[in-house]
Antibody, heavy 117, light 109 residues
């Protein structure tokens, strides 16, 4: 079964850091673009970042640029999101998704990040 | 990076059709044929329903169809069923960036 599983979420104080992981099973993600998307409680989907198959091309939403870094380890079939200088407005469920031809499928169930003092 | 504009809600009776619009700009929806639609039930991960404006992934019923005219894309759900009640989001490639719509809650009356 093709599956993505996120981990690394939790409660962090404003200004703190977290590193999220997205592990793939049932397929090899080394040939795919990968995306991170977040959804604040009761709100809509917001694109966060994307990375190409070998990690040489990345892009970020303006709201996280300079604070978040996306990376990948194809040998471990895993994608990461390093989040620094976290703010209350970063509180959300963070999900990863495979993105071939700009369509996101499948998605993971997400990991909750709460930024609070 | 403004979100694409969708109506907050739409509704229809079982068997009827509902159409959801998704309005962007020439920098996203109007500039590329990379519009996708996602269905999300409460507490669940989004599910891809339409990609590249009008293509359906395998397993998606043909009751779901997509189209685009200028800067506005549309998703039509025909023959509404109870299980179609969910939130729907459009998305578009936007030249190295990616953008989602504001979301539409579809209610089956």
């Amino acid at each position: 079964e093709v599956q993505l599983v996120e981990s690394g979420g939790g409660v962090v104080q404003p200004g703190g850091s977290l590193r999220l992981s997205c592990a793939a099973s049932g397929f090899t993600l080394s040939s795919d673009w990968m995306y991170w998307v977040r959804q604040a409680p009761g709100k809509g989907l917001v694109w966060v970042s994307r990375i190409n198959s070998d990690g040489s091309i990345t892009s970020y939403a303006d709201s996280v640029k300079g604070r978040f870094t996306i990376s990948r380890d194809n040998a471990k079939n895993t994608v990461f999101l390093q989040m620094n200088s976290l703010r209350a407005e970063d509180t959300a469920v963070y999900s990863c998704a495979r993105g071939a031809s700009y369509r996101l499928d499948p998605w993971g169930q997400g990991t909750l990040v709460t930024v609070s003092s | 990076q403004s979100a694409l504009t969708q109506p907050p809600s739409a509704s229809g009776s079982p068997g009827q059709s509902v159409t959801i619009s998704c309005t962007g700009t020439s920098s996203d929806v109007g500039g590329y044929n990379y519009v996708s639609w996602y269905q999300q039930h409460p507490g669940k991960a989004p599910k891809l329903m339409i990609y590249e404006v009008s293509k359906r992934p395998s397993g998606i019923p043909d009751r779901f169809s997509g189209s685009k005219s200028g800067n506005t894309a549309s998703l039509t759900v025909s023959g509404l069923q109870a299980e179609d009640e969910a939130d729907y989001y459009c998305s578009s490639y936007a030249g190295s960036l990616y953008v989602f719509g504001t979301g539409t809650k579809v209610t089956v009356l």
